[in-house]
């Protein structure tokens, strides 16, 4: 969704991340430094929140799994109004 809402096509994202050698080669886990660079890429200093959720997003595909953010540390760094009470 950022991807489009940063006036960028999905199309180009899949050939960004693509790994020829696999069986998946689109696949997200395959590629996680190729998702990151582009998501860093979406970056705009006019849109603080847009920021703010790529930041969030690059945390949970951290490569090492003991470095992800959870659902708790995730609700804890974004604004409240984003999710009700019973949400998380």
Sequence with gaps: MLTVRQ???LADFQAWRKVSD????????KNLSAVQ?????L?????????LLIDVII??????LSERLDAKALRARLPE???CGSCL
């Design 7 to 9: 006036g960028r096509s």
């Design 22 to 29: 696999r069986d998946n080669p689109y696949a997200y886990n």
């Design 37 to 41: 660079k582009w998501l860093r890429e």
């Design 43 to 51: 970056y705009d200093t006019r849109q603080g929140l847009t920021n």
């Design 59 to 64: 945390r949970m595909l951290e490569t090492d």
């Design 81 to 83: 109004p984003l999710f």
